[in-house]
């Protein structure tokens, strides 16, 4: 390879870095802000906790993670970026306030349709109830591709808490416990089930 190929690679990477925009959303009381951004591919969002409660950007609907992002807790001043490639509609909520509408939408692209996993397509393979629970919850498992095996539940740190063995499409309880039988403390676990996840949040 030449040198002068060498240099209009380095330069065009240069000028497509130099185009892509980062979009900033405002975390304020129990509100994204603005609640819908729309962006092309290749740029990035960022958001920041404006506020003085903790908050999380988490990919998905209605509590239920599609494993795409999870910014973790943001406390006031912190900010989390995520970069989007390909066009999309993609939804996010906040994991500890997504029952009061604490959600938001990121559009990527002109239409926003979808080609990458999205935010809907894991929400019918799994639900729990009740959510949130106290002692025990029944997880409802639907056919789903891979949608075999085991039921892993981890905290909101990512540590694997249980794993369940039901048969497949059935219905499983977890009572609270971890895989050495001691009680799981209250908070929010996720539950993956083949391409499923779920969020369930437990009150003590």
């Keep these: 390879m030449s040198r002068t190929s060498i240099a209009v690679g380095a330069l065009l990477i240069v000028v497509s870095q130099s ?117 025990t919850i029944t997880l409802r498992l639907l056919p789903t591709r891979g949608g075999r095996g085991s039921v892993r539940l981890f905290d909101a740190s990512g540590k694997l808490v249980r794993t369940l063995w039901p048969a497949a499409g059935a219905s499983v309880v977890w009572d609270g416990t971890d895989n050495r039988g001691r009680e799981a403390g209250p908070g929010v676990y996720f539950c993956r089930y083949g391409s499923g996840a779920l969020a369930v949040t437990r009150l003590r």
């Design 19 to 135: 185009l892509a925009t980062q979009v900033p959303v405002s975390i304020v009381d129990f509100a994204f802000a603005p609640d819908t951004v729309r962006v092309n591919a290749g740029d990035s969002v960022i958001w920041t906790n404006n506020g003085t409660f903790l908050h999380t950007s988490t990919s998905g609907v209605n509590g239920v993670w599609d494993s795409l992002w999870e910014s973790g807790d943001l406390g006031h001043g912190a900010s989390f970026v995520r970069g989007f490639s390909v066009d999309g509609t993609f939804n996010y909520f906040c994991r500890h306030h997504y029952l009061s509408g604490m959600t938001g939408v990121v559009v990527v692209g002109a239409s926003g349709v979808n080609e990458e996993p999205g935010s809907t397509e894991n929400a019918p393979h799994i639900a729990g109830f009740p959510n949130p629970f106290g002692r």
